[in-house]
Each structure stands twice: as structure tokens, then as C-alpha cells.
């Protein structure tokens, strides 16, 4: 039973996928909740993209780790803040519909 290689298209395509999953869950959802998770999603297919192509490309060095990694932990912020953001909004309004809420318009 051989082992059968994986290829940086392979990688390319499912980091397309996720991509196009999230901008169509940030495009289309109405719960804040269900925006963030869409952008985590976008974030991840980014990080696979960065990942495939060091390893690709450029195995001997750490480039598209890194860089992935400082996106997770870019991730992780925003996702911290805008939580808070959402449970004050929820607060206010008692509710998380993003076409609801407009006080931030002038």
C-alpha cells in the first residue's frame, strides 16, 4: 500500500474553500456571534495558504510558521475584543443582529 503525496494544490484548494465558506458566512449572517466565526474561518484558510506555501516553496525556512503563528495570535485578540464588543452590544440592545444595530452611524 503506497503512501500517497499531498500537493501544495491540494492544500490551495481547501484553503479556497474555507476562504470562500467564511466570506459567505460575514457576507450573509445577521448574529454578530456567527460573523466572528466566519472571519476565524477566513483567518485559518489564510494560515493553511501561509503554511503550504513555506513548506512549498521554502522548506528550510520558518517564514510562513511564523507568520502564521503572529496571525493566530492576532486571531486571538480579536476575537477577545470583539466578544466584549458583542456582550456590551447585547447589553445595550438585548440583541446580537448586526442589521439592528446602526449607533454607530453619524
Known sequence: MGSATIGLNHFLVLSGILFTIG????????NAIAVLMSTELMFNA???????????LA?????GQIVAFFTIIIAAAEATVALAIVLLIY????GINVDRINFMKW
Request: hydrophobic fraction near 50%; charge should be positive.
Open 91 to 94: 447589553r445595550s440592545f438585548q
Open 23 to 30: 466570506m459567505f458566512g460575514v457576507l450573509t449572517r445577521r
Open 59 to 63: 522548506p528550510a525556512a520558518f517564514t
Open 46 to 56: 489564510v494560515n493553511i495558504t501561509l503554511v503550504a506555501f513555506s513548506r512549498y
